[in-house]
């Protein structure tokens, strides 16, 4: 831009900015001097006066409108015939006084504690939940209720119903809490935030039993884990009908899947043993079964095992919800080996 200033006047200014490839509007963009703002030499005739603001500000605070928007302060005024000013005016004496937000008083959002459960042994935190699965026609649905043993995976209680009620739902844990004969005050339960969960006779019932009461946070469906990972594992299955046509057919599919769930399913959670060897007790008889195998497994091909000796692995010794992990395996293995046969 120096260049071209500096250019003869006889030059048109056209060909020098072609020859250096800048446009005309550029130049004088430029070079045009900056035009001083004028200054202002009187008040403007619309600015509100400060008794005007003030009583703006008094109408606004008033108790029969503290809580109204400008909008519907402006048109309550105007249908009593008194005019203050534009509904724009309000908004900017709210803004100046910093109250341009809402003003009515709304919903408080409660923060909820993330929930922290850990389970060393079997009846010692259950998970519950319910879900629905499709009828024979369309927008019909039967609801299933199922209580999960959160050590083992193993299911304690469930029932099919029509509804999804609470009275339902107190029954069922109120049942397999005395089917299980749990001791007071040994056991927690764990679910969301449904309706049948935070009733008044569930948290009655729990409270009558010595039962502790742990819900997700809202709209967190990681709080319940296990359940709904169960739910998963039912609703995959190769039989799953597409549409149930009774609550006898749902009742029958579910309890054959339920106690082959709990008897027969190797649990990849539980180091492939299954949910009823860890519920009842049976780990150590079944480990050593396994662990007799792969001996004999090793000392006839002991070359296979490339990493030496094969040990078996054990479920964990510590199952939790939010907590975290004390090991990087997150699974207990055996402290030593068992001797060799001979």
Same mark, same amino acid.
């Given at each position: 831009?120096?260049?071209?200033?500096?250019?003869? &006047?006889?030059?048109?200014?056209?060909?020098?900015?072609?020859?250096?490839?800048?446009?005309?509007?550029?130049?004088?963009?430029?070079?045009?001097?900056?035009?001083?703002?004028?200054?202002?030499? !009187?008040?403007?005739?619309?600015?509100?006066?400060?008794?005007?603001?003030?009583?703006?500000?008094?109408?606004?605070?008033?108790?029969?409108?503290?809580?109204?928007?400008?909008?519907?302060? %402006?048109?309550?005024?105007?249908?009593? #015939?008194?005019?203050?000013?534009?509904?724009?005016?309000?908004?900017?004496?709210?803004?100046?006084? #910093?109250?341009?937000?809402?003003?009515?008083?709304?919903?408080?959002?409660?923060?909820?504690?993330? @929930?922290?459960?850990?389970?060393?042994?079997?009846?010692?935190?259950?998970?519950?939940?319910?879900?629905?699965?499709?009828?024979? &026609?369309?927008?019909?649905?039967?609801?299933? %209720?199922?209580?999960?043993?959160?050590?083992?995976?193993?299911?304690? =209680?469930?029932?099919?119903?029509?509804?999804?009620?609470?009275?339902?739902?107190?029954?069922?844990?109120?049942?397999?809490?005395?089917?299980?004969?749990?001791?007071?005050?040994?056991?927690?339960?764990?679910?969301?935030?449904?309706?049948?969960?935070?009733?008044? !006779?569930?948290?009655?019932?729990?409270?009558?039993?010595? $039962?502790?009461?742990?819900?997700?946070?809202?709209?967190? !469906?990681?709080?319940?884990?296990?359940?709904?990972?169960?739910?998963?594992?039912?609703?995959?299955?190769?039989?799953?009908?597409?549409?149930?046509? !009774?609550?006898?057919?749902?009742? #029958?599919?579910?309890?054959?899947?339920? &106690?082959?769930?709990?008897?027969?399913?190797?649990?990849?959670?539980?180091?492939? %043993?299954?949910?009823?060897?860890?519920?009842? #007790?049976?780990?150590?008889?079944?480990?050593?079964?396994?662990?007799?195998?792969?001996?004999?497994?090793?000392?006839?091909?002991?070359?296979? %095992?490339?990493? =030496?000796?094969?040990?078996?692995?054990? @479920? @964990?010794?510590? $199952?939790?919800?939010?907590?975290?992990?004390?090991?990087?395996?997150?699974?207990?293995?055996?402290?030593?080996?068992?001797?060799?046969?001979?």
């Amino acid at each position: 831009m120096d260049v071209l200033q500096e250019l003869p &006047a006889e030059l048109p200014v056209s060909r020098a900015c072609d020859a250096l490839g800048v446009s005309r509007a550029t130049l004088y963009r430029h070079t045009a001097l900056p035009v001083p703002p004028t200054p202002r030499t !009187s008040t403007p005739l619309r600015r509100l006066s400060a008794q005007e603001r003030d009583e703006i500000v008094r109408v606004l605070h008033a108790p029969e409108f503290v809580d109204q928007p400008p909008r519907e302060i %402006f048109a309550t005024l105007l249908s009593m #015939g008194i005019y203050l000013a534009s509904v724009r005016t309000m908004y900017r004496v709210l803004a100046e006084l #910093g109250e341009s937000k809402e003003r009515r008083g709304g919903h408080v959002q409660h923060a909820h504690k993330m @929930p922290q459960l850990e389970a060393t042994a079997p009846n010692q935190v259950w998970t519950w939940d319910i879900t629905k699965v499709h009828g024979p &026609a369309r927008g019909v649905f039967y609801f299933v %209720f199922v209580i999960l043993d959160l050590f083992s995976r193993y299911v304690v =209680g469930w029932l099919v119903a029509e509804t999804e009620n609470a009275m339902l739902a107190t029954h069922l844990i109120g049942e397999t809490i005395k089917r299980h004969d749990i001791t007071p005050g040994s056991l927690t339960i764990h679910s969301d935030r449904g309706a049948p969960m935070t009733s008044g !006779s569930m948290t009655q019932l729990l409270a009558n039993l010595w $039962v502790e009461q742990s819900l997700s946070r809202p709209r967190v !469906s990681n709080d319940n884990p296990f359940v709904e990972s169960h739910f998963k594992t039912a609703k995959y299955q190769p039989d799953y009908p597409e549409r149930f046509s !009774s609550m006898t057919h749902v009742r #029958g599919w579910f309890e054959e899947l339920f &106690a082959w769930h709990n008897e027969h399913h190797h649990h990849q959670g539980l180091a492939l %043993f299954t949910p009823a060897e860890v519920f009842h #007790g049976r780990v150590a008889t079944v480990a050593a079964k396994r662990h007799a195998a792969l001996d004999v497994a090793f000392l006839a091909h002991p070359e296979r %095992f490339v990493h =030496g000796r094969p040990l078996v692995e054990l @479920p @964990p010794a510590r $199952v939790h919800i939010n907590l975290p992990e004390p090991h990087p395996t997150g699974e207990a293995a055996p402290a030593t080996k068992p001797p060799l046969p001979s």
